[in-house]
């Protein structure tokens, strides 16, 4: 990634020793600082040796990690971030996931449950958990970073200022409606704003309402707003039949079950990693939740938690995926180590069958001592389209999140293959936008697109789609591209991926940074 105003040889050098100096002074090894800027002791050694290439936004975070102003940046840079993307060359080495946004907004959320203190741990810095932090702020919640920004301690206090919710904050994430769950437990009526997020066509939240029914909470909507009221007790024993198996269906019914006397009963639950995860939380707080990764969740709630908990966040399969998916496309021999496989297992199963040659390493626990993990190293590989199309369906399936990402991979095989995303009515017409880099891409309906492979990709102009998703896929086209590629508007990126930019070049593609 190159440095915008500094572009010389000369500059990264007097840079790294500026680094070196003020690292040395502050008494701190290579490897501490590098935990401190969640990336390598290797990548800080590059710094140090001027053979790194940098951001200005990772100068900044450099200087704040070391409490020193490394190079004057000038004033803070206005209007979206763009990328220039130097494709058509294989990455290298190994790379670590990151652990699960969807998992950190839950807990989140979940922390309004608890009148003890909820430290979080390895929790991802994205855009998505600051807006959730900057609503919990402002109704009274006490969030604070530790100093190499991973971790977050969380207070409750007893009476929140839900009249001062930032609304423009709760409005950009669709993750507010996961508030319904807890804020049930808190008030007699309450108002909030419309859930947000990414452009991927109009989702109900009725499948929430039918959820939260049993617990006495009844919804309208009027003025951009959800408008709440709590009927009297809820009864002592319930069953609740979600009529979608969603993640955030399945949560919000967690998180009203967790603090309702007596037991509910969930059925046609998620148990997906977010899930688990929630579910691992509640378990610390003193909740009962039988169940654990399957389709009936039983829940034996209790009206106080008051508990100070420690958590550590599981790492997140779709950034695996899309690490994965960044090496495939390349053609690059290429480790992503702390995959959580059995979220993967039938992507890895797919791909398999698509002819991808890869290696998993012995499984081992992640520091919630529950996800499986294992180190996963893939090499160059001819690919070929699989017989059966590919659809997303409910953990055990093929997750949802990652169904874009065989788009581009699709694109690299030869033959036709035909991806289905019955989910989402906006997200395979966003997936037409890899035409533009070359990909044989026809959309039969809002919700099908057939790909037809390979690919001589080929380098372009493109402005980022409205979701998170796609928008990831067209990045990875174009590291796969010969020729330089400008893709605008990446700010949506920010929302699910932390320092993805920087890890990319890390292994070795050629990402600049700029705005106009």
């Given at each position: 990634m190159t440095l915008t105003d500094l572009p010389t040889d000369d500059a990264m050098r007097r840079i790294g020793a500026l680094v070196r100096d003020a690292r040395r002074h502050r008494g701190l090894t290579q490897q501490q600082l590098a935990e401190r800027l969640s990336t390598s002791q290797s990548a800080i050694a590059r710094i140090e040796q001027g053979s790194q290439n940098l951001t200005l936004e990772f100068l900044g975070r450099l200087s704040a990690a070391l409490d020193s102003e490394?190079?004057?940046?000038?004033?803070?840079?206005?209007?979206?971030?763009?990328?220039?993307?130097?494709?058509?060359?294989?990455?290298?080495?190994?790379?670590v996931v990151k652990s699960s946004k969807n998992a950190a907004v839950a807990?989140?959320?979940?922390?309004?449950?608890n009148r003890g203190r909820t430290t979080l741990r390895n929790v991802s810095r994205i855009v998505e958990v600051e807006r959730i932090l900057d609503v919990l702020r402002s109704i009274g919640v006490e969030a604070t970073w530790d100093e190499h920004g991973h971790d977050l301690t969380l207070v409750v206090p007893d009476e929140l200022d839900l009249g001062g919710i930032d609304a423009d904050a709760a409005r950009r994430t669709r993750s507010i409606i996961m508030f319904l769950g807890?804020?049930?437990h808190r008030a007699r009526s309450f108002r909030l704003p419309y859930a947000g997020g990414c452009d991927l066509g109009t989702r109900t939240v009725q499948p929430h309402m039918i959820a939260l029914r049993p617990f006495g909470l009844e919804v309208e909507a009027h003025a951009g707003e959800y408008q709440a009221t709590v009927e009297g007790p809820a009864a002592a024993h319930r069953t609740i039949v979600l009529t979608e198996r969603g993640d955030t269906v399945t949560e919000n019914a967690l998180l009203a079950a967790a603090r309702a006397d007596g037991t509910t009963t969930i059925r046609n639950a998620s148990s997906n990693y977010m899930v688990q995860d929630l579910c691992l939380y509640l378990q610390l707080l003193g909740v009962e939740v039988e169940g654990l990764g399957t389709t009936t969740l039983v829940v034996r709630g209790r009206p106080v938690l008051e508990a100070d908990v420690d958590y550590t966040i599981s790492e997140d399969p779709v950034e695996a995926m899309s690490l994965l998916t960044a090496g495939i496309v390349t053609c690059s021999e290429l480790t992503v180590a702390r995959a959580p496989v059995e979220f993967l297992e039938v992507e890895l199963a797919v791909l398999a069958e698509m002819g991808l040659r890869y290696e998993l390493s012995p499984e081992y626990l992640a520091d919630?001592?529950?996800?499986?993990?294992?180190?996963i190293t893939i090499h160059p590989s001819d690919l070929k389209a699989p017989i059966d199309k590919i659809h997303p369906m409910p953990f055990p399936g093929l997750n949802i999140d990652n169904l874009?990402?065989?788009a581009v991979i699709a694109a690299?095989?030869?033959?036709?293959?035909?991806i289905h995303d019955w989910v989402y009515d906006n997200r395979a017409i966003h997936l037409s936008d890899l035409t533009r880099l070359g990909a044989d891409v026809r959309l039969l309906d809002p919700h099908r697109v057939l790909v037809s492979g390979p690919t001589r990709?080929?380098?372009?102009?493109?402005?980022?789609?409205?979701?998170l998703r796609p928008a990831v896929c067209i990045l990875l086209a174009m590291l796969a591209a010969k020729g330089t590629s400008v893709l605008r508007n990446v700010d949506i990126i920010a929302r699910g991926y932390e320092q993805l930019y920087e890890r990319l070049v890390e292994m070795g593609a050629d990402i600049e940074v700029f705005r106009d």
């Amino acid at each position: 990634m190159t440095l915008t105003d500094l572009p010389t040889d000369d500059a990264m050098r007097r840079i790294g020793a500026l680094v070196r100096d003020a690292r040395r002074h502050r008494g701190l090894t290579q490897q501490q600082l590098a935990e401190r800027l969640s990336t390598s002791q290797s990548a800080i050694a590059r710094i140090e040796q001027g053979s790194q290439n940098l951001t200005l936004e990772f100068l900044g975070r450099l200087s704040a990690a070391l409490d020193s102003e490394l190079i004057s940046l000038g004033p803070a840079p206005a209007g979206p971030a763009h990328l220039r993307v130097t494709g058509g060359r294989p990455l290298r080495g190994r790379v670590v996931v990151k652990s699960s946004k969807n998992a950190a907004v839950a807990l989140l959320c979940a922390a309004l449950l608890n009148r003890g203190r909820t430290t979080l741990r390895n929790v991802s810095r994205i855009v998505e958990v600051e807006r959730i932090l900057d609503v919990l702020r402002s109704i009274g919640v006490e969030a604070t970073w530790d100093e190499h920004g991973h971790d977050l301690t969380l207070v409750v206090p007893d009476e929140l200022d839900l009249g001062g919710i930032d609304a423009d904050a709760a409005r950009r994430t669709r993750s507010i409606i996961m508030f319904l769950g807890p804020l049930l437990h808190r008030a007699r009526s309450f108002r909030l704003p419309y859930a947000g997020g990414c452009d991927l066509g109009t989702r109900t939240v009725q499948p929430h309402m039918i959820a939260l029914r049993p617990f006495g909470l009844e919804v309208e909507a009027h003025a951009g707003e959800y408008q709440a009221t709590v009927e009297g007790p809820a009864a002592a024993h319930r069953t609740i039949v979600l009529t979608e198996r969603g993640d955030t269906v399945t949560e919000n019914a967690l998180l009203a079950a967790a603090r309702a006397d007596g037991t509910t009963t969930i059925r046609n639950a998620s148990s997906n990693y977010m899930v688990q995860d929630l579910c691992l939380y509640l378990q610390l707080l003193g909740v009962e939740v039988e169940g654990l990764g399957t389709t009936t969740l039983v829940v034996r709630g209790r009206p106080v938690l008051e508990a100070d908990v420690d958590y550590t966040i599981s790492e997140d399969p779709v950034e695996a995926m899309s690490l994965l998916t960044a090496g495939i496309v390349t053609c690059s021999e290429l480790t992503v180590a702390r995959a959580p496989v059995e979220f993967l297992e039938v992507e890895l199963a797919v791909l398999a069958e698509m002819g991808l040659r890869y290696e998993l390493s012995p499984e081992y626990l992640a520091d919630n001592g529950h996800t499986r993990l294992a180190d996963i190293t893939i090499h160059p590989s001819d690919l070929k389209a699989p017989i059966d199309k590919i659809h997303p369906m409910p953990f055990p399936g093929l997750n949802i999140d990652n169904l874009p990402f065989f788009a581009v991979i699709a694109a690299q095989a030869q033959g036709a293959t035909l991806i289905h995303d019955w989910v989402y009515d906006n997200r395979a017409i966003h997936l037409s936008d890899l035409t533009r880099l070359g990909a044989d891409v026809r959309l039969l309906d809002p919700h099908r697109v057939l790909v037809s492979g390979p690919t001589r990709w080929s380098s372009a102009e493109v402005v980022c789609p409205p979701a998170l998703r796609p928008a990831v896929c067209i990045l990875l086209a174009m590291l796969a591209a010969k020729g330089t590629s400008v893709l605008r508007n990446v700010d949506i990126i920010a929302r699910g991926y932390e320092q993805l930019y920087e890890r990319l070049v890390e292994m070795g593609a050629d990402i600049e940074v700029f705005r106009d």
